[in-house]
């Protein structure tokens, strides 16, 4: 079940980075492609397998990044490939919000019956998280008749219009797009690293939104992420989203998960919400969902998802391949993956936890499976960001053919495809412990 196939040792760097292959192929890249992408570091990939990464120049990198969260089953599965083939070769393409076809009412179904509560779900596809988020935003508005939503500081939920006006996560992402969508409102998200507690947030929204600035009935969902994951990897108190739940409830308000990063499998249970037992009203799900292929989807009840035929659609979205794809990937997470999630992630927060015991730069440890975070520190008493020196580890990671990202302001993620093993986390805190062991101190003001 778990990918092992790959010869040889990695990570393993043979030439230089960037190389010049990668060199060459990153010169073209930066002259014809958008100046808006950003790339962290110089890598430019020829082809994966199960946690590894090989770059155009045959350097061998091990990636805890799998594709920002989202090669599930790893690089190229061989059942994931041979679902995808076997698609391609009977049907690649027909639209399914103007026809019917096999995978995708099957997926549908599946969905469907994964989503927790009693009660009858239906699922709308998408091509990606960002195009989720829209779809639950304009549901939300047409079944409540309200129009006003509330989203939390931290936030990333894509860069389309819609969603982009719900992110609140960098400054960078928002410039320059105004206006924005209006009646958005912001409220804190709970961190107890940071002092910011759940009844603080929650306050917020009845005591302070809804008695000065936006009545409750005139709002028609709340959307959270169940773990804020480009807003650095946060994990809530245990109570929050049970009262958030509440809160919503008491008011007739919808509670939209996004679930596009921490969904499918990847903190050891389906769905993130399933950790606290609660059941949101619309779920937005990506990423993970296909391992690879461009895919999203929105699950809610019945009743919610009320929308008439034309009032909201997609060309792509639910495409046969991506289905076939998807339904292989739950298969193969109900298999044990999502076990496997559990069961790495226990042992990763472990070794974190170990290192952090050893270097004081490293302030916290936090997540749940395989969606885990560390944040940085220059101090720990006056937790001030180590923001350069963030920077600078992931960089020497990827020199030392580890492949890892930031998120919020001085944090690392490590999201890596759900069949890593111990040996895979032994190699990477290995390489992590060097780069760290090898900084220089840090200087602090006097």
Same mark, same amino acid.
């Given at each position: 079940?778990?990918?092992?196939?790959?010869?040889?040792?990695?990570?393993?760097?043979?030439?230089?980075?960037?190389?010049?292959?990668?060199?060459? !192929?990153?010169?073209?890249?930066?002259?014809?492609?958008?100046?808006?992408?950003?790339?962290?570091?110089?890598?430019?990939?020829?082809?994966?397998?199960?946690?590894?990464?090989?770059?155009?120049?045959? %350097?061998?990198?091990?990636?805890? %990044?799998?594709?920002?969260?989202?090669?599930?089953?790893?690089?190229?599965?061989?059942?994931?490939?041979?679902?995808?083939?076997?698609?391609?070769?009977? #049907?690649?393409?027909?639209?399914?919000?103007?026809?019917?076809?096999?995978?995708?009412?099957?997926?549908?179904?599946?969905?469907?019956?994964?989503?927790?509560?009693?009660?009858?779900?239906?699922?709308?596809?998408?091509?990606?998280?960002?195009?989720?988020?829209?779809?639950?935003?304009?549901?939300?508005?047409?079944?409540?008749?309200?129009?006003?939503?509330?989203?939390?500081?931290?936030?990333?939920?894509?860069?389309?219009?819609?969603?982009?006006?719900?992110?609140?996560?960098?400054?960078?992402?928002?410039?320059?797009?105004?206006?924005?969508?209006?009646?958005?409102?912001?409220?804190?998200?709970? %961190?107890?690293?940071?002092?910011?507690?759940?009844?603080?947030?929650?306050?917020?929204?009845?005591?302070?939104?809804?008695?000065?600035?936006?009545?409750?009935?005139?709002?028609?969902?709340?959307?959270?992420?169940?773990?804020?994951?480009?807003?650095?990897?946060?994990?809530?108190?245990?109570?929050?989203?049970?009262?958030?739940?509440?809160?919503?409830?008491?008011?007739?308000?919808? #509670?939209?998960?996004?679930?596009?990063?921490?969904?499918?499998?990847?903190?050891?249970?389906?769905?993130?919400?399933?950790?606290?037992?609660?059941?949101?009203?619309?779920?937005?799900?990506?990423?993970?969902?296909?391992?690879?292929?461009?895919?999203?989807?929105?699950?809610?009840?019945?009743?919610?998802?009320?929308?008439?035929?034309?009032?909201?659609?997609?060309?792509?979205?639910? %495409?046969?391949?991506?289905?076939?794809?998807?339904?292989?990937?739950?298969? #193969?997470?109900?298999?044990?993956?999502?076990?496997?999630?559990?069961?790495?992630?226990?042992?990763?927060?472990?070794? !974190?936890?170990?290192?952090?015991?050893?270097?004081?730069?490293?302030?916290?440890?936090?997540?749940?499976?395989?969606?885990?975070?560390?944040?940085?520190?220059?101090?720990?008493?006056?937790?001030?960001?180590?923001?350069?020196?963030?920077?600078?580890?992931?960089?020497?990671?990827?020199?030392?053919?580890?492949?890892?990202?930031?998120?919020?302001?001085?944090?690392?993620?490590?999201?890596?495809? #759900?069949?890593?093993?111990?040996?895979?986390?032994?190699?990477?805190?290995?390489?992590?412990?060097?780069?760290?062991?090898?900084?220089?101190?840090?200087?602090?003001?006097?």
């Amino acid at each position: 079940m778990l990918m092992r196939d790959y010869q040889g040792d990695v990570p393993q760097i043979v030439t230089s980075l960037p190389g010049p292959k990668a060199s060459k !192929l990153i010169a073209m890249d930066e002259r014809y492609t958008s100046p808006s992408y950003t790339r962290v570091y110089p890598l430019a990939v020829a082809k994966g397998e199960g946690a590894v990464i090989e770059d155009v120049d045959g %350097n061998r990198f091990l990636d805890f %990044n799998a594709g920002i969260a989202v090669c599930s089953t790893g690089h190229c599965h061989p059942r994931i490939v041979k679902a995808i083939q076997e698609q391609a070769a009977r #049907l690649i393409h027909m639209s399914g919000t103007d026809f019917y076809y096999g995978p995708q009412a099957e997926l549908a179904r599946k969905l469907a019956e994964l989503a927790a509560g009693a009660g009858g779900k239906r699922v709308f596809f998408t091509n990606s998280g960002a195009e989720a988020v829209e779809a639950a935003f304009k549901l939300a508005r047409y079944h409540t008749k309200r129009k006003h939503m509330i989203a939390f500081f931290g936030a990333f939920h894509g860069r389309t219009l819609g969603a982009l006006s719900l992110t609140a996560s960098k400054v960078t992402q928002r410039a320059g797009f105004a206006p924005l969508i209006p009646q958005v409102s912001h409220v804190d998200y709970p %961190n107890s690293y940071r002092d910011i507690g759940a009844l603080d947030c929650l306050d917020q929204i009845e005591n302070k939104l809804f008695k000065r600035t936006i009545s409750p009935d005139e709002v028609a969902a709340i959307i959270v992420e169940p773990i804020q994951g480009e807003g650095g990897y946060i994990v809530p108190p245990p109570e929050f989203h049970q009262r958030l739940k509440a809160l919503a409830e008491r008011h007739g308000i919808l #509670l939209i998960a996004d679930e596009v990063q921490s969904g499918m499998g990847r903190t050891g249970k389906m769905f993130a919400m399933e950790h606290w037992g609660v059941e949101p009203d619309i779920t937005c799900l990506a990423k993970g969902i296909a391992s690879g292929m461009p895919l999203g989807a929105i699950i809610a009840r019945d009743e919610i998802m009320d929308w008439p035929p034309g009032s909201h659609a997609s060309t792509f979205g639910g %495409n046969p391949v991506s289905c076939a794809a998807a339904l292989e990937t739950i298969a #193969l997470l109900e298999e044990g993956l999502i076990v496997n999630a559990e069961r790495v992630g226990a042992y990763l927060i472990e070794r !974190l936890s170990e290192l952090q015991s050893k270097h004081e730069l490293i302030g916290d440890v936090r997540g749940k499976g395989l969606m885990i975070g560390i944040e940085l520190v220059r101090d720990r008493h006056t937790k001030e960001p180590a923001v350069a020196e963030r920077n600078t580890i992931v960089q020497e990671c990827f020199q030392r053919g580890l492949l890892l990202l930031g998120c919020g302001i001085s944090s690392i993620r490590f999201s890596p495809p #759900l069949v890593i093993d111990q040996a895979d986390v032994d190699t990477a805190l290995d390489i992590l412990d060097e780069v760290i062991s090898a900084m220089p101190p840090i200087r602090r003001a006097i």
